[in-house]
């Protein structure tokens, strides 16, 4: 796989690119794919969620399972508020 660079990862952020970013957990750099963790914990997409749940637990480096675990809670946090959101909107039945 081609290696991605820091740089490419903050482009790919900025332009809301999920997949790409998830392509680049794949990356050999362990920065790279630290970065792209935290990337996809700040758009907070959903897609993200299996992919960054699998890296926190199996990626070989110790910093990047760290980064994964945090991008990890902050999309199912944002999943949650949104959830709770929707069923605020909600009428009660009567």
Do not use: N
Not at 19 to 36: F, K, N, T
Not at 63 to 74: G, Q
């Amino acid at each position: 796989m081609a290696m991605a660079t820091i740089d490419e990862v903050d482009t790919m952020r900025d332009a809301r690119d999920v997949g790409g970013l998830i392509q680049a957990l794949q990356d050999p750099d362990e920065y790279v794919r630290a970065q792209a963790a935290l990337s996809l914990g700040t758009i907070a997409d959903p897609k993200a969620r299996e992919p960054l749940d699998r890296m926190r637990r199996e990626d070989p480096s110790a910093s990047v399972r760290e980064a994964a675990a945090t991008a990890y809670r902050w999309v199912v946090g944002r999943l949650q508020e949104v959830e709770a959101t929707r069923e605020s909107r909600i009428p009660p039945t009567r």
